[in-house]
């Protein structure tokens, strides 16, 4: 509750720096979220005076991260507030998503605009670190050398389906491609040569945090996302913060038991996992199709065959709603989100599942907890995880504007 | 990820008289914590300069909130540096606890002593509003009336088992007592007549909270406490802050359905809830005891038979140890916390379920997360939830300690 906030915040004190770091890393976050914003906007949200705010777009415009625009927009009555916007062409990232189907690496600019893409297509297992290393650093030349020359990389992020230790990018446990404490973010930033840290961030948890900023959870404070693909991973925002836990490795949902007697075996080595009854898999055992067929196409043949009426798909999306409906109950019960989101594989199965899962709400939620909860699909579609990445990418620019931008800053100071 | 951290932090701007409001709370919130801490070791967690801290000492001595005393243990070498004590006898909030089979009040002085306690007891149902806050009403007048008049009263702040909404303690849902929308926090407040306002939390996280702050979890940013009366209630801790989700009703993890085919029913409405299966009923009832039989004692009763032998005992500590086992890994698979707290009457049946859940953990746990989780009874026994309620009462002072005491300020400036 937020009476008890001023036990979460930190109890570190703050001088002069420390203050200017903060307002020019919340300034430059306003700025890159709202892909532009009037001063007076600014100085609304920040709660600071306009003096204040005309210096921190002064210092952060020399710096090269920002540029004012006047308002052309006269609708409003006095004089108009000038616009500050992002330096979307100047300033970018690189961000990688080791897909299920596919690797993909894109340029990024600050706003969070995705300025040019490259894709390989990928098989879904029997694929190793070198291979997804060298496939993604070729991707990430071939941006960097079609980046034009007056654009600098001020951070590189990746997505990755698995458990990722934070502090440098080893991806512990990788159920996907069967890795196990692989050095992915050391070897990609590498390969890279660009002299930068890969940062690495679970692909659910990346989902989450880009649907929070800019997808279906824009606004809200709390949120589950659940992220499907050949499992269901999680990825949940607890009061605007993407839900770590102790060592990186939290918000595993599709490993809550939901079943836990007589469930169907997990890849994990324990059984009636929710992903085990509502993945891919169970999807497709379900509607009875035989064990070599898998993947997103399968899906939604399931899918499109249950709305064209055919009883046994229809039956399928039954179970699998039934048993995401438990899910998603427990994660209301837990959470109190504003707002539930289906990612990945989930959004082609949402319309399906969606009168199973309402029910199990309906009759599972505490009364209170859900009369404001809110179900959605992703927002953003197949690039909630790359954009993910993006903001990853972002994070250090964001924390710091000066110290994370050496080139930069030496054009300010 | 602490990578995202930046996220979530505020994307308010600070000024001067911000920075200079949080770095009094902060330093409060260290002397209160810590009951006495050194100023040397204020600058090094603070990370502040000598000079900063010394000011910040005046400042809060000045308005009657610490004080300086010499440290006379000088085994370190060098000029000892003056220890910092909280004023425990002249600083003090009135903490309030419905708990399930009594009412109690305390006076806490800050540093978090409990200076004075009344406690009336209760019955366990058809208990209304009226004769809860009448007869805490009445305890908090004896406390008020014994404290010395040199003591100041800071804040008020009550423990409920129950859905509170946190702007105006009000109990939108309290199974317990059956209560519905009753206006606790509001009513209680008007009967002391103290002229303040009483912060009203749920008694899980109430004890969530205290078992971070002075209990088994301190030094732990991430915990998940579990709270055993009539059922099992919940409080989150996530990144230092008690998880409370859209409107202040998360961490309901009684209500996660782990048996959801054919699950004993739940108070709730639903059936095979957390609560229902592992809750002090379930015991009783796995143990043969019959309807009339409940509460503390019995709950006892049953641990110790089974310590004695009695085999129907042992197996009800396991039927209920196998449900809270996989209550338990679920929660450690999405919060990844350092540490699982059990509290309330779980604290009796700790030792006999350990086996149970432990099993279930390293069954059900991703590995990753199960490298560093430790499972632990509380630290604060019958305290816990009475502490939290303290702490909450003293939340106005601690994020702002000059505002929150105007009597006291005056003699600052």
Redesign the interface.
Same mark, same amino acid.
């Given at each position: 509750? /937020?009476?008890?906030?001023?036990?979460?915040?930190?109890?570190?004190?703050?001088?002069?720096d420390e203050?200017r770091r903060?307002?020019r890393?919340?300034?430059l976050? =306003?700025v890159h979220l709202s892909g532009g914003i009037s001063r007076a906007e600014l100085a609304r *949200?920040? /709660?600071?005076?306009r003096s204040?705010i005309k210096q921190l777009t002064a210092e952060l415009s020399a710096a090269g991260l920002v540029r004012e625009v006047s308002q052309t927009d006269n609708r409003h009555q006095g004089r108009p507030s000038p616009i500050v916007r992002p330096e979307t062409q100047r300033i970018h990232v690189l961000a990688f998503d080791v897909a299920v189907d596919r690797l993909v690496a894109a340029r990024i600019g600050l706003g969070g605009v995705i300025l040019d893409r490259k894709v390989a297509a990928r098989h879904r297992s029997g694929v190793d670190l070198d291979y997804v290393v060298t496939t993604l650093a070729e991707l990430g030349r071939q941006l960097t050398e079609a980046a034009p020359s007056t654009s600098t990389c001020v951070g590189l992020g990746a997505s990755y389906c698995g458990?990722?230790r934070?502090d440098d990018g080893v991806v512990?446990?990788g159920p996907d491609l069967g890795w196990v404490d692989q050095a992915f973010g050391a070897e990609l930033a590498r390969r890279l040569g660009l002299g930068q840290r890969v940062?690495v961030?679970n692909e659910a948890?990346l989902g989450a945090?880009a649907e929070?900023?800019r997808g279906a959870g824009m606004g809200?404070? @709390?949120l589950v996302y659940l992220h499907g693909d050949v499992g269901v991973g999680?990825g949940?925002i607890?009061?605007?913060?993407?839900? /770590?836990?102790?060592?990186?490795?939290?918000?595993?949902?599709g490993?809550?038991?939901? @079943?836990?007697h007589g469930g169907r075996p997990c890849g994990?080595g324990?059984s009636g996992c929710l992903e085990a009854e509502a993945g891919e898999r169970a999807l497709l055992d379900a509607a009875g199709r035989p064990a070599g067929v898998f993947g997103r196409d399968a899906v939604r043949a399931v899918a499109d065959d249950a709305a064209a009426g055919d009883a046994d798909a229809r039956d399928a999306l039954d179970y699998v709603g039934d048993w995401l409906g438990?899910g998603v109950?427990?994660l209301i @019960? =837990?959470?109190?989100?504003?707002v539930v989101v289906f990612g990945g594989m989930l959004r082609d199965v949402y319309a399906g599942v969606l009168p199973r899962v309402r029910s199990r709400v309906a *009759?599972?939620?505490?009364?209170?907890?859900k009369?404001?909860?809110r179900l959605s699909v992703s927002a953003l579609g197949d690039d909630t995880t790359l954009l993910g990445a993006g903001?990853?990418g972002f994070?250090r620019l =964001?924390?710091d504007p000066f110290s994370a931008t050496p080139q930069v800053s030496q054009t300010a100071w």
């Open positions: 509750m /937020d009476l008890l906030t001023p036990w979460g915040g930190s109890r570190i004190g703050l001088d002069q203050m903060h307002n890393g919340a300034f976050r =306003l *949200r920040m /709660d600071l005076n204040t458990m990722i934070p512990r446990f940062l961030g948890h945090l929070h900023l809200v404070q @709390n999680g949940i607890v009061g605007g913060t993407v839900l /770590d836990g102790d060592a990186g490795y939290g918000c595993e949902l490993h809550m038991v939901v @079943n836990p994990c324990s438990i109950a427990n @019960n =837990l959470f109190n989100p504003a *009759r599972n939620v505490l009364p209170v907890a009369e404001r909860v903001e990853l994070s =964001l924390r």
